[in-house]
């Protein structure tokens, strides 16, 4: 399959298409863009952008759990310390009457401050430094295998609980009315998240995971009417961002993650314009 | 008064209900028959919502609730919820169609609504004189219009009995009057029995068969002429007798 796909994108009439590293790259943005906005579009109805930004800092933490276990590659307990953050964070929120925003503050301290103390015994932090900003041009293919698995599971999740989630993020009240189970379908969505960001960490970086999670949906919405142009439209954002920003970033030599972000950004910056440019004309023609 | 047919009911009957130590409610008993719309009023914190959440089972409580439906108690009640409020951004991009699809059918919303679903969703909002917002988003509807979407939601399927949360509050005195006439034609034409939350007092009388006045426990209830002069209203409410 990655050799059919290595060939097929070797044939493309550009430069970058002809390095093995940039053929991959382009792999993983479309394997990972959609998948952003997928769980953009549920993070941005829930309000959960802080959520996602604790889950993403929670990496380092995960990262150093590993190293002080001696793993060799610490991805899976990043991945296990992101999903048992997600579950813990959950059942802390039905258990205090605090306002979400000091609990997430409260576990942000807690699980940065733990992974920089871990991290930095015997002043090796640096070593580290490149899960802060990421690298997609490393992905390797059993990398993109996995995430191609990741896809999977999101897509069948949200095809299977799409609807409960829709309600269960206007009124969680009412879904529980509606035979709904709500502490379920809540933290089923958490726990994708903590995979799709732990899995996507070493590709994009932990500053700006939150960004690629955020921005396609929150341009969406100033565009969509409904929930089929808001999912649509933020996958093609996030799609179109992602291969934009990657291609720009071979020939601007900047780090691709990063430059995707601010293809992302720009979209929604003309997002909110054109909304503003509708309301405004809309408002106008009603007077 | 309306008729009811004698064979449907909701019973419920020495509801108690705790905060820690705390009673919030106790011992409280209200035998609804289906057709009748009851309103439950009491002064702030007298446990109205408290009392709707206990019977939604959201909170642990004890005593019994139990629902009679065609002469046979049914353990799984289906009850219909129209909550004051939702937890929705002005911008949020669910439309009113995305929105009863989701809380009736399993494909999800995302993937788009089949022509056949449309037809059916188009059809029970136009039972509450909503089939023109289908498309609208729902954070744009005024308190009435919403306050309509959400009662067809919760009369799709048509439950054993419906809950309606502070209805009244942010809808304008037409909307108001449509919110009760659809109200009254749902509980007619489905036999449904309906507890109704409110804290106004003068529009709800002529559409309630019965208020109950709780504050805590049941103070009285009666038809809505008795309580509303009744002397335990006006202690509950903090009011005087003299004019």
């Known amino acids: 399959m990655m050799l059919l796909w290595n060939n097929l994108v070797g044939r493309l009439p550009f430069d970058w298409a002809h390095y093995l590293f940039m053929q991959n790259a382009l792999l993983a943005v479309i394997l990972v863009a959609p998948l952003f906005a997928l769980l953009g579009t549920m993070v941005v109805n829930n309000r959960m952008a802080f959520f996602s930004d604790v889950l993403g800092h929670s990496t380092l933490t995960g990262i150093a759990i590993g190293v002080v276990l001696g793993f060799v590659d610490p991805f899976l307990p990043m991945l296990l310390f992101a999903v048992l953050l997600a579950i813990s964070v959950n059942i802390f929120r039905q258990l205090t009457k605090a306002a979400p925003d000091t609990v997430l503050g409260a576990f942000f301290a807690l699980v940065v401050a733990l992974g920089i103390v871990l991290l930095s015994r015997g002043g090796g932090f640096a070593k580290f430094t490149s899960y802060l900003i990421g690298d997609i041009l490393a992905v390797s293919p059993r990398q993109i295998c996995w995430l191609f698995l990741v896809y999977l599971l ?77 999912t649509s439209n933020a996958v093609l954002i996030s799609l179109v961002s ?27 910056g003309l997002c909110v314009i054109f909304a503003g440019f509708l309301t405004k004309t809309l408002t106008v023609d009603d007077e | 008064m309306n008729n009811t047919c004698n064979h449907c009911c909701t019973r419920v009957t020495g509801l108690s209900v705790k905060f820690g130590a705390v009673p ?22 007298a446990g109205k919502t408290t009392l709707l959440r206990a019977l939604l ?9 139990n629902f009679i439906v065609k002469g046979e108690r049914v353990k799984y009640p289906r009850i219909g ?52 917002l289908a498309k609208k988003r729902i954070g744009e509807l005024s308190g009435g219009q919403l306050q309509r979407v959400l009662l067809a939601m919760a ?70 002429e008795e309580v509303l002069r009744d002397e335990k209203m006006f202690k509950a409410f903090g009011l005087s007798l003299k004019t």
């Open chain 1, 242 to 268: 992602g291969i934009a920003g990657l291609v720009a970033s071979y020939y601007w030599g900047t780090a691709s993650g990063a430059t995707i972000v601010l293809f992302a950004a720009a979209f929604y």
């Open chain 2, 81 to 132: 919820y129209v909550p004051q409020r939702l937890n929705l951004d002005a911008d949020s991009p669910v439309s009113v169609m995305d929105f009863m699809v989701s809380a009736s059918h399993r494909t999800p919303v995302w993937l788009g609504i089949r022509p056949s679903t449309r037809r059916k969703v188009i059809e029970a909002l136009s039972l509450v004189s909503a089939q023109d």
């Open chain 2, 57 to 65: 089972g959201e909170i642990p409580f004890t005593g019994s609730v």
């Open chain 2, 155 to 224: 009369m799709s399927p048509v439950p054993d009995l419906l809950l309606l949360d502070e209805s009244a509050s942010g809808i304008d005195i037409n909307g108001l009057a449509l919110f009760y006439r659809i109200v009254d034609e749902m509980r007619k034409r489905h036999d449904v029995s309906v507890i109704l939350v409110t804290h106004d007092l003068g529009s709800i009388a002529p559409h309630a068969d019965r208020i109950i006045l709780i504050n805590g426990r049941v103070l009285c209830e009666g038809k809505p």
């Open chain 1, 154 to 230: 999101v897509t069948v999740y949200w095809v299977v609980f799409g609807n409960r989630m829709v309600l269960t993020s206007i009124s969680p009240v009412l879904a529980r009315s509606r035979g709904i189970k709500v502490f379920l379908v809540e933290t089923g969505f958490t726990v994708l998240l903590a995979i799709v960001v732990a899995s996507s960490i070493r590709l994009v970086g932990i500053l700006i995971v939150n960004s690629l999670l955020v921005l396609p949906a929150a341009a969406s919405r100033n565009i969509s009417g409904d929930m089929r142009a808001y």
């Open chain 2, 24 to 45: 919030i409610l106790e011992n409280i008993d209200i035998h609804l028959n289906c057709r009748e719309i009851v309103a439950l009023i009491g002064p702030n914190g």
